[in-house]
C-alpha cells in the first residue's frame, strides 16, 4: 500500500521558517519524482519543488526559487521542504504528492498533470 504521510505544517509569523517531510512508503523511492504542491481557498493548486533522487534533481517554482529548499533521505523514504523567509502568500495546505519518471521537467509543476499518489496535507498558516 502507497502511503505519503505529512507533517511539520503550522502557524508561523512572517520571515519564519518551517521544515515539512513527507513520510513514504509501498513504491520504489528513488525514481519516482516527489514534490511539494500548495493548494490556496479559490486558487488553482500550484507545484513548488520536485525532487527525483535517482538522478539527484530537484526543480521549483520560480517564485519560491531561494526560498525553498527540496531535499531527501533515501534511507528513511522521506522528502524534505524547507522554507525561509515566511510569506503571508505562502499560506495554505501542503501536500506531497509522487509519481514515476525518468526526468524532471517543468510541466510537473503544472496543475494539469495528475501525480498518482498523494498524501493528505499539511496546513501552513503564516501570520503577518
Known amino acids: 500500500e502507497v502511503q505519503l504521510v505529512e507533517s511539520g505544517g503550522g502557524l508561523v509569523q512572517a520571515g519564519g521558517s518551517l521544515r515539512l517531510s513527507c513520510a513514504t512508503s509501498?513504491?520504489?523511492?528513488?525514481?519516482?519524482?516527489i514534490g511539494w504542491f500548495r493548494q490556496v481557498p479559490g486558487k488553482e493548486r500550484e507545484g513548488v519543488a520536485l525532487i527525483r533522487s535517482k538522478n539527484n534533481s530537484t526543480l521549483y517554482l520560480d517564485s519560491v526559487k531561494g526560498r525553498f529548499t527540496i531535499s531527501s533521505d533515501n534511507a528513511k523514504k522521506t522528502v524534505y521542504l524547507q522554507i525561509h523567509s515566511l510569506k503571508p502568500e505562502d499560506t495554505g495546505i501542503y501536500y506531497c504528492?509522487?509519481?514515476?519518471?525518468?526526468?524532471?521537467?517543468?510541466?510537473?509543476?503544472?496543475?494539469?498533470?495528475?501525480?498518482?499518489?498523494w498524501g493528505q496535507g499539511t496546513q501552513v498558516t503564516v501570520s503577518s
Open positions: 509501498g513504491f520504489t523511492f528513488d525514481d519516482h519524482a
Open positions: 504528492a509522487a509519481t514515476w519518471t525518468p526526468i524532471l521537467a517543468p510541466l510537473l509543476l503544472s496543475p494539469k498533470f495528475e501525480f498518482d499518489y
